[in-house]
């Protein structure tokens, strides 16, 4: 049964749109399951029914015109309880009702099982026979796991299709609506730019062929380059290999003559597509195709055609390297938005980020926070290859993003960009006064930094330090690791900007989901793996360099303080204050004049909580990272956007500790500060004030936010809010809370504004 569920879940997801993929179900299940009826009902979530889309067994004639409300027969009522109904005859059922002209009078068995995609039911699938006798446990499990699998390809295909009748048919224009994580605050309304993976067939965005003739003598080149590249592999291996093994090369070469694949490529090309979308199209069918087969030799050519389709794009991308042209309000659309994509778009172009992976968390976000750019990630069901050139709004408050918005739509989301930059106007007024509260209580806010231009608008803002400059995004952009020169410069240019105040270096903070494209971390489980100080102090040699720049760049400034990321134990610390001193020692032997920096560690695993005291005695400041905190307390992976809902900054137990650290950390008189996300809400900051942190650390954006914040409560309301909030059970509650408050107190604009209704 395995085989079969993974034959039908492999032949199903290649399928080019939802018609086919609802039919290959309905054919594949019946005759998996030698049944003598299968049928998908879909929900409509507008119109509130139930249609019959795809049969075997009942009248064909049927499909698209039947259909029940959730409160009707039995596929509703599956419907309704999310749970599969297994009847030996369903006629004698009371929630039966007859749907005339499809003959299901023949049958009497019914099982029927919920299609559910992230909770949301979206149709039902049934199986009949015309015997009277209940289906058996095995038939019904594996009803529930073909259900369970597909549920996905289903909702894919469903997005997908609601976008593809837009250019089809450029009469009506309509508009589609995805869910995805809230990244970025803000709302941005401007035209996708598509950013693909290079080689990745599956990537290949659609496009109209400009030039005909100029895409076939592309193809055609590329194709001449990867025949040439198989008679070459062919020939050098032809003293190792069988002549029947050699064969193989001729059958690929075989595969892309004229009357095969080239001449199909051509073919729709000449129809309009351009060359790179006419490749995708055809491998994809002959994919398709061979993965059906029953013979396991013949299945294998999938392989081979999916190998040569790669390596022909390969070819053609490389002819034309992707000189994009970006349009006025580009909103870049991505797979995998990476921090190195942030820089690619010139910056008074870039309006928005859209990522089908990554969470609000992921360093990509966190960097579009920083940017000021409204972002919205784990968009999973976006087919965003068929984005280009499509207009786009982004909500950056919600985690929406409507593809062809209505012109309702817009004119709301308009309006609420109008009321934002009423509301940033505002807050720029405030840059000069100090962040204080209106009983005289002052909360220094510092900033978070990585790129050069956040020191502008950092200063532009009135932070009054760097809290954390996150060294890992310089060192991302590039092919190799920088020399201890470079870095100096890099590191002087952040230090000077700042000077007098403090600016916190963290030491290179790499693994998890932050990748250097030239010392690849491959693992299992990367946010327990190799990451930060760990693989640092692996390697003395990246450490020492890093730090020897860093006190280097701050020769006659003496604002560097130095962070230590990813902290779990005490030796840790005692390994790395060793090595800064070592370097410490042979800069003052090479004749230059060096203090040592204040050296702090960040608190953000959950072992470190509870040594904060141990830490405090070997280091000058502590400060918290709350992203990984919370992502390490909860057990929920910052990037995943399946478990988004989950990762709750406001949780008791993430409170608990951040109260915790600052009392510990008090207890030695040892400074501490907060340099995660959540002192970037204004509701979070004024907790965290409460508790007792001394520095508030956060993105450039928010921080005129947190300022209003601050100065629009007294520390006595701040505390007693605190003391509220320590009684209270559950996240979602607390946060309601705070933005009640943040309202009573008259700064309702500062969280997140009213999204229109019924869009
Ligand atoms: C944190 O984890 O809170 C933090 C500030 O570090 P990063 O987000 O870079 O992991
Ligand atoms: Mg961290």
Redesign the pocket.
């Known amino acids: 049964m395995l085989e079969t569920l993974r034959k039908i879940v492999q032949e199903v997801s290649a399928a080019p749109d939802l018609d086919t993929v609802l039919d290959l179900i309905v054919r594949r299940i019946q005759r998996a399951m030698r049944t003598q009826m299968c049928s998908v009902y879909l929900f409509d979530a507008k119109k509130q029914r139930y249609t019959l889309m795809a049969t075997q067994g009942l009248n064909k004639e049927s499909v698209g015109k039947v259909s029940l409300s959730p409160s009707e027969g039995i596929v509703g009522l599956v419907g309704a309880r999310a749970e599969p109904i297994n009847l030996e005859d369903a006629a004698s059922h009371p929630a039966f009702i007859y749907l005339q002209g499809t003959g299901e009078e023949r049958f009497h068995s019914f099982l029927g099982v919920p299609i559910i995609h992230q909770r949301d039911v979206l149709g039902v699938l049934v199986v009949q026979q015309k015997e009277r006798r209940r289906f058996d446990e095995n038939e019904e499990a594996f009803l529930v796991t073909v259900s369970a699998q597909l549920a996905g390809v289903i909702a894919h295909a469903e997005a997908t299709g609601s976008i593809h009748m837009v250019s089809e048919n450029h009469q009506t224009i309509l508009e589609s609506r995805f869910e995805g994580v809230p990244a970025a605050s803000g709302v941005a309304i401007g035209s996708g730019v598509v950013k693909t993976p290079p080689a990745d067939l599956s990537a290949v965005p659609d496009r109209p062929a400009g030039d005909i003739e100029a895409e076939i003598r592309q193809f055609n080149r590329a194709l001449a380059a990867v025949r040439r590249d198989i008679r070459v592999v062919g020939r050098s291996l032809s003293k190792r290999l069988r002549h029947e093994e050699q064969a193989l090369f001729d059958v690929y070469l075989r595969m892309l003559e004229d009357n095969a694949l080239a001449g199909e490529v051509v073919e729709r090309i000449r129809r309009g597509n351009w060359a790179q979308g006419a490749l995708r199209d055809v491998v994809k069918a002959h994919v398709r195709e061979f993965n059906a087969m029953e013979d396991p030799y013949l299945r294998e050519r999938a392989t081979d055609i999916r190998d040569l389709g790669r390596r022909v794009l390969a070819y053609m991308q490389e002819a034309a390297p992707s000189q994009i042209e970006y349009p006025d309000n580009t909103i870049l659309v991505a797979d995998e938005l990476t921090p190195a994509m942030l820089g690619e778009v010139p910056t008074d172009k870039l309006a928005g980020l859209v990522s089908v992976h990554g969470s609000g968390?992921s360093?990509a976000a966190?960097l579009a926070r920083s940017m000021g750019i409204p972002t919205v990630m784990g968009l999973v069901d976006l087919p965003y290859t068929q984005l280009e050139g499509r207009t786009l709004i982004l909500d950056g408050y919600s985690g929406r993003v409507y593809v062809n918005p209505s012109d309702e739509v817009q004119a709301a989301y308009q309006e609420i960009v109008r009321e934002d930059q009423e509301v940033a106007a505002g807050l720029e007024q405030l840059r000069d006064k100090p962040a204080e509260t209106s009983d005289g209580f002052r909360m220094p806010l510092w900033v978070?930094t990585g790129l050069i231009a956040d020191v502008e608008r950092s200063l532009e803002r009135g932070a009054e330090g760097i809290g954390?400059y996150?060294t890992e995004i310089p060192f991302m952009v590039r092919d190799f690791f920088p020399s201890e020169q470079e870095q100096m410069q890099t590191y002087r240019a952040q230090l000077a900007a700042f000077s007098p105040r403090p600016v916190t270096m963290r030491t290179l903070?790499i693994g998890?989901d932050k990748a250097l494209p030239y010392f690849p971390i491959k693992e299992e489980n990367p946010f327990l793996g190799w990451r930060g100080i760990r693989v640092t102090l692996d390697h003395p040699e990246i450490f020492l360099v890093q730090v020897r720049a860093m006190l280097r760049a701050a020769e006659g400034l003496d604002n560097l303080r130095i962070m230590l990321?990813m902290v779990t134990s005490v030796h840790e610390v005692d390994e790395a204050n060793r090595m800064i001193d070592r370097a410490v020692r042979e800069l003052r032997e090479e004749g230059m004049i060096t203090e040592r920096p204040p050296v702090g560690v960040?608190v953000?695993v959950p072992a470190a909580v509870y040594q904060v005291r141990r830490f405090a005695r070997r280091v000058d400041f502590i400060s918290v990272?709350?992203?990984?905190?919370t992502q390490y307390l909860l057990a929920v992976d910052r990037n995943n956007p399946r478990v988004a809902g989950l990762y709750a900054p406001y949780h008791p137990s993430v409170l608990r500790a951040l109260e915790y650290i600052a009392q510990e950390a008090h207890k030695e008189n040892v400074p501490v500060s907060i340099?995660?996300?959540m002192a970037a809400d204004p509701g979070g900051a004024i907790l965290l004030m409460a508790m007792g942190y001394d520095v508030l650390s956060m993105n450039a954006t928010n921080l005129p936010k947190v300022k209003s914040a601050i100065r629009g409560i007294s520390y006595a309301r701040a505390s007693e809010l605190l003391d509220q909030i320590r009684k209270m059970d559950d996240a979602e509650e607390i946060h309601l809370l705070l933005r009640s408050t943040l309202q009573e107190l008259g700064l309702g604009q500062l969280t997140r504004p009213s999204i229109p209704d019924g869009t």
């Open positions: 968390n360093h966190i978070n954390l996150r903070d998890g990321p960040m953000e990272g709350s992203n990984d905190l340099c995660g996300e």
